[in-house]
Structure formats: C-alpha cells, structure tokens
C-alpha cells in the first residue's frame, strides 16, 4: 500500500535530503534549484526525480546570466514507490543524491554502481 504524506512534511524530507549532502560537495552545487512537483510527467508517470541543466562537467564560458539548472521531485511517484515512511525517507534521499549527481556529470550507470540508480 503506498504512502500517504502532504505536500509540506514530504517538502521537509527533500530539505532534510539536501542538507545531509556534505558541505563540501553541497558547496560546490551553484545556480540550481530544487523544486517539488505531485506528478511526474505523463510520458513517464513513474519517473521519481529529474534534473535539468547543464552538468558541470560539460559547461564552457562564462556562467553569466544563465538560468538555474532544475530538479525536481516528484511527490506522488515517490509515494507510490514506497510501502512506509522509512522507505519514504530514504526513497527520497537517493532520489535527491541522484539528481545532485548529475549536476556533477555522474550518469546513470555510475550512480548504479554506487547503489543510487
């Protein structure tokens, strides 16, 4: 059975998720903003996260003017995913690390091996 949880306390465990990322990595993650969204979109409903941007690894220049890289966390995919709150939590950290992680330039196969795929 999913997970029933509002948006705020679920909003708390993204923040929760953000902070536990260390200082000195969380330090070097610039000009990106972490939003959370009920749905995922509708050619992929099960989607749990996804981010935006321009990975680090890949940009050039200056950064002047450009707009935040996104990510986003989808509420009800997330819930739906889990079967109590501490899956939720930890759901909900691997899904915030994983999309950090492509901030960085890690892919998916990467972050498999590390267990966050």
């Known amino acids: 059975m999913p997970v029933e949880m509002e948006r705020e ?7 929760e998720a953000l902070e536990s990322i260390p200082d000195e990595i969380a330090a ?5 903003v972490v939003i959370v969204e009920d749905d995922a979109p ?13 990975a680090l690894t890949e940009r050039w220049g200056e950064p002047a003017m450009e ?21 939720l939590a930890d759901e909900v950290r691997i899904t915030v690390v ?13 972050l498999h091996d590390l267990g966050y795929a």
């Open 9 to 15: 306390p679920f909003e708390r465990l993204v923040e």
């Open 28 to 32: 070097l993650v610039t000009n990106v």
């Open 42 to 54: 509708e050619d992929d409903p099960e989607l749990l996260g996804l981010y935006d941007g321009i």
């Open 67 to 87: 707009l935040p890289d996104r990510i986003t966390i989808f509420r009800r995919p997330l819930l739906a995913f889990c079967d109590d709150l501490d899956q």
């Open 98 to 110: 994983h999309e950090v992680a492509h901030h960085f330039g890690i892919d998916d196969d990467r």
